[in-house]
């Protein structure tokens, strides 16, 4: 193997954009391959909210938490140019039962030093006006989280790895690897053959059919995700950048965002599934529904309904590294991509070009899914 190996990312979403510009920081070798065009399968769905809140246990946290760190960096990295808002989520709740919640939630952050506090009901009001919060039992803001429009940030990504000496080929899927005993050394695509020191497999829920034509079988949950995204408004927050509606109201429960060019992005349901079919009339329920706590979506036109298959590993938590098994293909799958983006990118570059071992990853390996 020379000295600049040659490495191939399967998928370019934003997990394999983070991960291949990383790795093009270190050697030019690199050749990203997307079966479609990059960013529009799980990454444009997305509601893509950088947050550490709480996703327990501490060690899932704490890798969430070097995530929104992690994309501090790039952001300065890459200029700048990189389709983040920060400014924090604000949540709030409307009964004595969802507050005592909330309460235990912010106290086991902030015992987990995470910057979030409880807010007054009247702060709440006049941060965001624009808010309908009535009525409130407590509330919370977090100030270190944002979102991430991967419109932008994935090509930028992109940009930055093909300035580097990557090459980026689209509509190009790849069908099988090659393969000499645990070896990995190349993909067949359906024109050509390609060979490689290391690969990279970052296909989001596809992840898990490549991985089983060479012997690795996790569990994924079948979780389909929605977002409804309008016509652009007048900005409706004026100091955070995400608000979820009271998780304590029965359905929908909401998270809603707003690009810098006026769009607002809707985004209703859980991690096992979002609200929501392929439907106007199901987006127009969606929004009417927003209109409560947000009047200002009264009558916005909706622009686009974007859906996508989360890529997530069945107890919820990302698959990142060397499987034993198979000792030069790297896997990097997860939901709360969006969040562990740039720390995947980092990570996982150090781990296959220095082949150092990244101990907050260790509980994310993908042998915890294996037999033995
Ligand atoms: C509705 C919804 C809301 C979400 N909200 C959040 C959130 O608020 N915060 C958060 O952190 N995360 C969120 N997520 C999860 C997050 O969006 C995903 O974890 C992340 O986008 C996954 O990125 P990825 O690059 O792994 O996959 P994808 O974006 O799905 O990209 C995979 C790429 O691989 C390509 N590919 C597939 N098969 C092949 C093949 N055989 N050969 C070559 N290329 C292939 C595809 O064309 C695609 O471009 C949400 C997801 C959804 C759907």
């Given at each position: 193997m020379s000295n600049q190996p040659r490495i191939i990312v399967i998928g370019a979403g934003i997990i394999g954009a983070s991960i291949a510009y990383n790795l093009s920081r270190r050697t030019p070798n690199v050749t990203i391959l997307d079966a479609?065009?990059?960013?529009?399968a799980a990454s444009r769905a997305s509601y893509a909210w950088m947050n550490a809140?709480?996703?327990?246990p501490r060690e899932y946290h704490a890798l969430s938490r070097m995530g929104l760190d992690a994309w501090s960096r790039l952001e300065r990295k890459l200029g700048g140019e990189i389709g983040i808002t920060w400014g924090g989520e604000m949540r709030w709740t409307t009964t004595d039962e969802g507050a005592a919640e909330l309460r235990d939630e912010v106290a086991l952050m902030q015992s987990w030093s995470y910057p979030i506090r409880m807010l007054p009901a009247d702060e709440l009001r006049t941060m965001?006006?624009?808010?309908?919060?009535?009525?409130?039992?407590a509330a919370a803001y977090g100030d270190a989280e944002g979102h991430v429009d991967n419109a932008i940030a994935i090509p930028g990504l992109l940009g930055a790895a093909i300035q580097n000496g990557a090459t980026l080929k689209v509509d190009?899927?790849?069908d099988e690897f090659i393969r000499e005993g645990n070896q990995i050394t190349g993909v067949c695509t359906p024109s050509e053959a390609i060979e490689a020191d290391y690969v990279v497999l970052a296909?989001?829920?596809?992840t898990k059919d490549l991985a089983a034509t060479v012997g690795l079988d996790y569990p994924q949950i079948e979780s389909p995700g929605a977002t409804v995204v309008t016509e652009p408004i007048d900005?409706?927050?004026?100091?955070?950048a995400c608000v979820h509606t009271?998780?304590?109201?029965?359905?929908?429960?909401m998270n809603f965002r707003q690009f810098p060019d006026g769009r607002v992005q809707v985004h209703g349901g859980t991690h096992f599934g979002s609200i929501g079919d392929d439907s106007v009339e199901d987006a127009e329920w969606m929004l009417s529904e927003l209109e409560k706590f947000?009047?200002?979506?009264?009558?916005v036109a909706i622009d686009e309904w974007r859906r996508a298959m989360r890529p997530m590993p069945a107890d919820g938590f990302p698959i990142i590294g060397f499987p034993l098994a198979t000792p030069n293909l790297y896997v990097a799958t997860m939901h709360s991509g969006v969040t562990l983006a740039a720390i995947t990118g980092e990570l996982a570059a150090m781990e296959i070009i220095v082949g150092a071992r990244s101990d907050v990853l260790d509980p994310f390996r993908y042998e915890r899914f294996s037999a033995d």
């Open positions: 479609a065009k990059p960013g529009m809140r709480p996703k327990p965001e006006p624009g808010l309908n919060a009535d009525p409130v039992t190009t899927p790849v296909a989001g829920y596809s900005p409706i927050f004026q100091t955070v009271p998780r304590d109201l029965p359905e929908p429960q947000l009047p200002a979506i009264k009558g």
